[in-house]
Every structure is written in structure tokens, then in C-alpha cells.
């Protein structure tokens, strides 16, 4: 049992309280699986965005006092893959079982700390729709449909127009989040106050130049490949893996993309086995051909573009071939959401298609319109008031930990608290969960497994540490989940903090084994405040456990031996 320690500071400023707004037709009142239907209200329905699409949500109110709680758009990737998959078996309340039937309560459901919005995006994806049933789209498209979806949102549910607003998603989320940002900043009405993004997609040349260095150590690529990657694809100190047009760099990169993308590799979790075994590029189940390249790697290597091309230009492409993220098992919530029986529940109308996790005609006709994510941030960061969180799972190849973090110093922020471990604790033992570094209004997290795959597993602390359990701040002792899996963070009291300098870094830090000892100053790497015990919160265990912190207390500061010190960790001074 976590220990009681009293709320300090509120977490979020309170918004106004749900009231009679909330359309009653959209009500999920007896959602089938469950061993006992939700104490919270969920809503489930179709909004508005624009003329023809009818985008499919399912929002559940926050668990414990909604009317203090954020409201959190969440977008899974692709392009064309379903936030259904975030709802059903990684974060959302209710977890599918493996029998596609059944249902269990997700311990550590976003929905604890936030009023969680699901939103099928865009049409053709999962249970979203177009009256004229065109699917062909882009960035741009996607990123305006996504803002009218949200305002429509908000019409229906005007209880909830004042509570702070983030936008989170993953993967291809990397895109979709930061240029429906454009827009909802632009928008008063939208109480916008950041954005999350984890293993996201936000430049495809950082990411395929910094995959081959990831993969060469993770000791994926042999001396000799290496060695001829580096030989024809860099040049005067600098490596272009993206588009280098050398004709025996291209040889090399096809051997690369062969280990890495083709071989079998999880590469949503280096360390996880492969769901359903090796699958290869393409599969042939039944009547459909099952091709699992989502196509956000490498694009411009002519081996792969010219296989893609071939592919969407198949006949039976528009309706004998579907897509399945590589390595997951969707069996699950495909069966579950396809029982006329829950979508009779979740109000889902004949019009709209039989679900499944990705959506090929989506991707094939999807035009990506941004290379890089650079203009989009650096918009929101000069405006000096969203809060930015970019987290990666250290073993997820799909948008590696390295390419986000190379990302993240491109956009040239000053570092506010040098890179350092971010702490959980498993029988009363410290452990690293993983690495953090702010700069200002953006910090950059890491944790010590793939997101995704843990997600699924949820095998001990750094598992689910990993799954992707958001927490906008401790509502209640509960969501520490145990004695074995909660983040240490300072909160404000009135023991005093010490500055503790060390003339070597090889002397014994003089902070107590039962204090938090925080590196503060990138000058004396040696130095650090040692807080008491007594002021130590204990979080959720997970990977936004540090970022809910970062993100709820920014403005919160404490004094401590006369310099003032914020909660995430600034230098003195």
C-alpha cells in the first residue's frame, strides 16, 4: 500500500463539472464483455467533419471528479489505423481478452486522471465514414477534419468546453497531432494547453538516419555491412541513409531494411516476440492478403517504393487486401467490435464498415504531405504557453527513441535540466525507468522497454511503465498500482532542501539513502538538492508518471534554502 501523503498543490485547474448537455442518444448504458457495467459514463457516436465524414468516437468521462479533469484526444497511426486499438488494448478502461468476447478492467486506464476522447480518424478508418465514400486524403485534409470533429465535440458536450484540452497520439500521431495543433491554437474556444506524442513520427530523414545506427547497436547489422553503409552512404563525417542516391548505398540499404523490417523482428519492441510468428511482407489469410508494411520507413528507397507501387496497383487491392500493423495480434478486438451485439451498444450504424485495425484503402490513397514536423512545433513553442511531451520506448524500431530525441534537439530550445534518470521503485529499491531532458516547454522522455509491446505484456513494473498509461497527476493513492511500481518526484513542504555539492564525482553522494537525490545543475554534475523523504510524492508507474509532473506542476515552484526551485527540477538561480 502507498503511503498517504497529503495533496499539496492541485494538479489541474478546475473546469466546469459534466452536466445534462451530453447527448443521452450516444450513451453507452450496457456495453457487452464486462463483468460489471462502468460506474463512469462513456459515449459512443459519430461527430461531424465537414460535409461527408462522419468520424466515430468513444469518450469516457474521467473516473474520479471529471469536473477537474482534462479532456485528452487520443489519435492512434498509421495513417489509416485505428484509436480503437489504443482504447482496447492499451490504455482505455476496458481491456478485450483474448477470446474476443469478454472484457477486464484496465488497472491503469487513462481514464483515472482524465476525461479520455477516442476519435476513429480518418474516414475509412475503423468505424468512421464517408457519406460519399471517397478515402483518398492527406495531412492537411486530416488535420482540419480532425479540429471540426473536435468542436463538434464540444457542441455536444458544451460541459466540457472550459477544461484544459491535450492532444496525444503515437506512432503517425507524430503528424496528425502537431497539425491539428495549428489549428485548435488558433481556436480561443479550445482551452488547448499541450500536446503528447509518443514514438511519433515527426521527421522521416532523422528517423531513417538515426534507425541504422540504432540498429547497428542493438548488434542487428554484422561489422561488413556496416562498414559499407559507412563507406557508401557517408560522406565528409556526415551519413545520408534517407535518399542517398548511390547506387551501392541503395544495394546496402536494402540489405539493412531486410534485417531490420523483414526478417521478423518485432519492431514495435526489439525484445518481444513476434505475435503469430515470422510473417514476412505479406501473408496470404483466406481470401485477403495481409501486408503489414504501413509504409512510414524508408520511402524513398527504390526497392520499397516501387514494391508499394505494385502492390496498391493490384486488382483486388480496393478489397481482397487488408493491413495489420507487423507483429500484433488483432484478432481480439476485431471479433469484439464486429458483434452486432456491441455495435448495436456503441451505436454504430449499418452504414458504417465492419472494423478492422487498419484500413488499406486509407493508406494506399494517404498523401503525406510533411516530411518533418519542425514548422509545427517551433509554432507552438513560440507561443510560449503549451506545455510539449515527446516519449519514446528505448527498444520501439518503428519511430525509434534516437530519432525523437535528435528531433526534439533540432528544434535548437535551451536545455532547462540537463538528461537524467527518472526513477520507480520495486520493493522499496530504486530502479531507472528510463531518461528525461527539458528544455523550455518541451521535455523529451524515455522509457527502458517499447512502448507498444508492453502495452500488451504488462509483465512487472517496467512493462507497465511502458503501456502507455498516462497521468495528468495523482488524483488519488491508488493509481500507484502497488508498493513496487511508483515514480519518486519532489513536492512542495515545508522540510528544507539541501544543496549538496561533490568536489568529485567519485565521492559517495551525501544524500540519504531515504532522500531523493535530483542532479540540478549541468556545471556540477556532482551537486544535487537531497529532499527528505517526507517530501517525496509517489506517482503512477507510468512513463508519463515524470511528465504528469512536468506537465501539471510547470509553474509550481518551492523554496529551498532561499533559491527558488521548480518542480521539474530547474537549475538554482
Not at 486522471?113 to 475509412?124: C, D, F, I, T
Not at 458536450?157 to 503517425?172: A, H, I, V
Not at 505494385?310 to 495480434?329: E, G, H, I, Q
Not at 520501439?396 to 530525441?405: H, T
Request: charged share 20%.
Amino acid at each position: 500500500m502507498l503511503p498517504a501523503v497529503p495533496v499539496l498543490c492541485a494538479l489541474l485547474a478546475l473546469g466546469p463539472g459534466p452536466g445534462l448537455a451530453a447527448p443521452p442518444e450516444h450513451e453507452v448504458r450496457a456495453l457487452p464483455g464486462l463483468p460489471k457495467q462502468a460506474a463512469f459514463r462513456h459515449f459512443s457516436g459519430h461527430l461531424r467533419a465537414g460535409p461527408t465524414a462522419r468520424l466515430h468516437y468513444w469518450f469516457v468521462e474521467a473516473q474520479s471528479d471529471p469536473r477537474g479533469s482534462p479532456v485528452v484526444l487520443w489519435l492512434n497511426g498509421g495513417p489509416g489505423c485505428s484509436s480503437m486499438e489504443g482504447f482496447l488494448k492499451e490504455h482505455g478502461p476496458f481491456l478485450v481478452q483474448p477470446d474476443g468476447v469478454s472484457l477486464k478492467y484496465n488497472e491503469y486506464a487513462w481514464n483515472k486522471v482524465a476525461n479520455m476522447l477516442y476519435l476513429e480518424s480518418p474516414a475509412g478508418v475503423g468505424f468512421s465514414y464517408s457519406d460519399d465514400k471517397k478515402y483518398a486524403t492527406n495531412d492537411t485534409e486530416v488535420a482540419h477534419n480532425n479540429y471540426l470533429a473536435l468542436k463538434e465535440f464540444f457542441r455536444l458536450f458544451p460541459e466540457y468546453s472550459k477544461n484544459d484540452l491535450f492532444l496525444t497520439g503515437e506512432s503517425y500521431g507524430g503528424v496528425y497531432i502537431p497539425t491539428l495543433a495549428e489549428w485548435v491554437m488558433q481556436d480561443p474556444s479550445l482551452n488547448l494547453k499541450g500536446i503528447a506524442v509518443g514514438n511519433g513520427l515527426s521527421s522521416y530523414e532523422i528517423n531513417d538516419n538515426s534507425l541504422v545506427y540504432f540498429a547497428y547497436y542493438h548488434g542487428l547489422l554484422g561489422t561488413q555491412l556496416w562498414k559499407d553503409l559507412q563507406t557508401f552512404c557517408c560522406s565528409q563525417g556526415k551519413c545520408n541513409f534517407h535518399d542517398n542516391s548511390n547506387l551501392n548505398c541503395t544495394l546496402k540499404m536494402e540489405e539493412m531494411i531486410q534485417i531490420v523490417e523483414e526478417s521478423g523482428l518485432n519492431i514495435y519492441n526489439l525484445y518481444a516476440p513476434c505475435a503469430g510468428g515470422v510473417p514476412g511482407s505479406m501473408r496470404y489469410e483466406g481470401d485477403y492478403l495481409v501486408t503489414h508494411d504501413l509504409g512510414n520507413s524508408f520511402i524513398r528507397m527504390p526497392l520499397k517504393f516501387s514494391w508499394r507501387q505494385n502492390l496498391f496497383r493490384m486488382p483486388v487491392a480496393r478489397k481482397k487486401v487488408r493491413m495489420d500493423p507487423p507483429c500484433t495480434n488483432s484478432t481480439a478486438p476485431t471479433m469484439y467490435l464486429n458483434s452486432p451485439e456491441v455495435r448495436k451498444a456503441l451505436h454504430i450504424p449499418p452504414e458504417a464498415p465492419e472494423w478492422q485495425v487498419c484500413s488499406f484503402e486509407v493508406n494506399r490513397s494517404y498523401k503525406r504531405l510533411y516530411m518533418q514536423m519542425n514548422e509545427q512545433y517551433l509554432k507552438l513553442l513560440g507561443a510560449m504557453k503549451y506545455r510539449i511531451l515527446v516519449y519514446n520506448g528505448d527498444v520501439d524500431m518503428a519511430c525509434n527513441f534516437l530519432g525523437d530525441e535528435w528531433f526534439v534537439d533540432s528544434l535548437c530550445q535551451k536545455v532547462q535540466v540537463a538528461r537524467r534518470p527518472w526513477l520507480y521503485t520495486v520493493g522499496g529499491e530504486n530502479q531507472i525507468g528510463g531518461f528525461v531532458k527539458e528544455f523550455t516547454n518541451i521535455a523529451f522522455l524515455t522509457v527502458k522497454v517499447g512502448l507498444r509491446g508492453a502495452a500488451e505484456r504488462g509483465h512487472g513494473a517496467a512493462g507497465r511503465a511502458a503501456g502507455r498509461q498516462q497521468g495528468w497527476g495523482e488524483r488519488r493513492s491508488l493509481l500507484g498500482g502497488g508498493t513496487d511500481t511508483p515514480l519518486l518526484l519532489p513536492v512542495p513542504c515545508r522540510e528544507p532542501a539541501t544543496w549538496c555539492p561533490r568536489t568529485s564525482p567519485s565521492l559517495p553522494s551525501p544524500c540519504s539513502a531515504a532522500s531523493l537525490r535530483m542532479s540540478l545543475s549541468r556545471s556540477c554534475p556532482g551537486c544535487a538538492w537531497c529532499f527528505p523523504a517526507a517530501c517525496t510524492r509517489r506517482l503512477p508507474p507510468a512513463w508519463l508518471g515524470l511528465a504528469a509532473a512536468w506537465l501539471c506542476h510547470r509553474n509550481q515552484s518551492l523554496a529551498a534554502g532561499g533559491t527558488r526551485l521548480s518542480l521539474a527540477g530547474r537549475q538554482p538561480g
